[in-house]
């Protein structure tokens, strides 16, 4: 089986994080996999670039700027949500591609923001090779939104998308649903990373007849794992005297990852824990450090994933208040380093923290519950047994061996049989 995943990025955020990981777990399978990528960040081989020259380069990024350009203006010149919606008018023709040809099946991740348009989808499909989509998002879903929040539109037909002003100059939702419809993306065979977002994807008319599977993204458990804690703290000039609670996202002052909920909580955990100081992985940091009410210190925007994992590691808590989320790497990622875990009933979030056994579940939105799972998880008495209880969520669900074989068995049900 030759197999060839697409995606906008290799490393660049955490679909394409994801992707890549699941492209080492399949390597070490033995399956003959190669990855296609408009942007590549890392040294893998097996990671093929679409930008190999300057002028490439110049070209997909003015597709980007074009896309985003046709939004901004349909919007009226607002840049509500710019980047909260895609609408794929503009990418790259890689149907002739030679990996695309010899691949016995296409496997997409994230492909907006100029990586593919709805056109260069369809002549993907018309090559009649079987594709996998994993779902980071809903985007597939809807019309043009990532995620629909409150909105259900896209269960029936998408019109006037609440992403956008209230009267755009042209109704952008209700065209690209439209061109959705043509696509045939029923055809395609879906892995949703989480039940959540399986669960929210069947109700959209789009997606209907579409065949699912539930698979989480992989980890690797050789470069995310526990370390000695007081060693660590002191070798990363880190306090071994303070509890410490790290918020990461990738924007920290992103609404959408529940920045305000986290500085809400806080200023609740300030008199009762007076000694504790977060940690902040991510960039934008000076935007939240103004705002909370505990010492903290900016760990900055880390890229490697040693690095990375050490942060978690050191932490004695992590905290992920997204307000919308579908599997989040994070959280298998400080599980994975024995690091338990807040966050909010939303999204698929509570499929991954276990209410206190490998964290807390907190009700979502609610930043008292939010302050009371942190307190709960800094008090627990037997923080060994947390760990313990992180580590065997994550080697029997998350490991990369097992969802390889799940992605593997996936794969070889859209083929004929020998």
Same mark, same amino acid.
């Given at each position: 089986?030759?197999?060839l995943?697409?995606?906008?990025?290799?490393?660049?955020?955490?679909?394409?994080?994801?992707?890549?990981?699941?492209?080492?777990?399949?390597?070490?399978?033995?399956?003959?996999?190669?990855?296609?990528v408009?942007?590549?960040?890392?040294d893998?081989?097996?990671?093929?670039?679409l930008?190999?020259?300057?002028?490439?380069?110049?070209?997909?990024?003015?597709?980007?700027?074009?896309?985003?350009?046709?939004?901004?203006?349909?919007?009226?010149?607002?840049?509500?949500?710019?980047?909260?919606?895609?609408?794929?008018n503009?990418?790259?023709?890689?149907?002739?591609?030679?990996?695309?040809?010899?691949?016995?099946?296409?496997?997409?991740?994230?492909i907006?923001?100029?990586?593919?348009?709805?056109?260069?989808?369809?002549?993907?499909?018309?090559?009649?090779?079987?594709?996998?989509?994993?779902?980071?998002d809903?985007?597939?879903?809807?019309?043009?939104?990532?995620?629909?929040?409150?909105?259900?539109?896209?269960?029936?037909?998408?019109?006037?998308?609440?992403?956008?002003?209230?009267?755009?100059?042209?109704?952008?939702?209700?065209?690209?649903?439209?061109?959705?419809?043509?696509?045939?993306?029923?055809?395609?065979?879906?892995?949703?990373c989480?039940?959540?977002?399986?669960?929210?994807?069947?109700?959209?008319?789009?997606l209907?007849?579409?065949?699912?599977?539930?698979?989480?993204?992989?980890?690797?458990?050789?470069?995310?794992?526990?370390?000695?804690?007081?060693?660590?703290?002191? !070798?990363?000039? $880190?306090?071994?005297?303070?509890?410490?609670? %790290?918020?990461? *996202?990738? /924007?920290?002052?992103?609404? =959408?990852?529940?920045?305000?909920?986290f500085?809400?909580?806080?200023?609740?955990?300030?008199?009762?824990?007076?000694?504790?100081?977060?940690?902040?992985?991510?960039?934008?940091?000076a935007?939240?450090?103004?705002?909370?009410?505990?010492?903290?210190r900016?760990l900055?925007?880390?890229?490697?994933p040693?690095?990375?994992?050490?942060?978690?590691?050191?932490?004695?808590?992590?905290?992920?208040?997204?307000?919308?989320?579908?599997?989040?790497?994070?959280?298998?990622e400080?599980?994975?380093?024995?690091?338990?875990?807040?966050g909010?009933?939303?999204?698929?979030?509570?499929?991954?923290?276990e209410h206190?056994?490998t964290?807390?579940?907190?009700?979502?939105?609610? !930043?008292?519950? $939010?302050?009371?799972?942190?307190?709960?998880? %800094?008090e627990? *008495?037997? /923080?060994?047994?947390?760990? =313990?209880?992180?580590?065997?969520?994550?080697?029997?669900?998350?490991?990369?061996?097992?969802?390889?074989?799940?992605?593997?068995?996936f794969?070889?049900?859209?083929?004929?049989?020998?």
């Amino acid at each position: 089986m030759n197999l060839l995943l697409l995606s906008t990025s290799d490393l660049t955020g955490g679909a394409a994080v994801a992707a890549s990981r699941l492209l080492h777990a399949l390597r070490k399978q033995g399956v003959e996999v190669r990855m296609l990528v408009r942007d590549k960040r890392g040294d893998n081989p097996d990671v093929v670039p679409l930008n190999t020259t300057s002028w490439k380069r110049r070209r997909n990024w003015l597709r980007f700027a074009w896309e985003r350009f046709v939004i901004f203006l349909c919007n009226r010149f607002s840049r509500k949500n710019l980047f909260q919606v895609s609408i794929a008018n503009t990418g790259t023709d890689i149907s002739r591609h030679p990996l695309v040809l010899q691949a016995d099946v296409i496997h997409l991740h994230w492909i907006n923001q100029g990586m593919l348009s709805l056109r260069d989808l369809e002549k993907l499909l018309a090559l009649g090779k079987p594709v996998v989509w994993t779902l980071h998002d809903l985007w597939a879903a809807t019309a043009i939104c990532h995620y629909p929040g409150a909105c259900g539109q896209y269960a029936s037909s998408c019109r006037r998308c609440p992403m956008l002003v209230g009267h755009p100059l042209w109704n952008l939702a209700s065209r690209v649903f439209r061109r959705k419809q043509q696509l045939g993306l029923q055809r395609i065979g879906f892995v949703g990373c989480s039940r959540w977002i399986v669960s929210a994807c069947r109700k959209s008319a789009l997606l209907e007849k579409a065949v699912f599977r539930v698979i989480p993204n992989p980890i690797d458990v050789s470069v995310f794992h526990p370390f000695p804690k007081p060693e660590l703290r002191a !070798a990363k000039h $880190l306090p071994t005297d303070k509890k410490l609670i %790290l918020f990461a *996202a990738a /924007k920290l002052s992103d609404l =959408r990852k529940g920045a305000n909920f986290f500085v809400a909580a806080c200023r609740l955990l300030s008199g009762k824990f007076p000694e504790a100081e977060v940690l902040l992985m991510g960039s934008h940091a000076a935007e939240l450090q103004a705002c909370l009410p505990l010492p903290s210190r900016a760990l900055g925007y880390l890229s490697s994933p040693s690095e990375i994992a050490e942060a978690y590691a050191a932490a004695d808590v992590f905290v992920v208040p997204s307000l919308e989320d579908n599997l989040p790497n994070t959280i298998m990622e400080a599980m994975a380093c024995g690091t338990p875990c807040v966050g909010f009933r939303t999204g698929g979030i509570p499929e991954m923290i276990e209410h206190q056994r490998t964290g807390y579940v907190a009700d979502s939105g609610s !930043a008292e519950d $939010l302050a009371r799972g942190i307190a709960w998880v %800094l008090e627990y *008495a037997e /923080k060994a047994d947390l760990a =313990r209880h992180c580590l065997e969520k994550v080697r029997a669900e998350y490991a990369e061996e097992t969802v390889a074989r799940q992605y593997l068995d996936f794969y070889r049900s859209f083929l004929p049989a020998k």
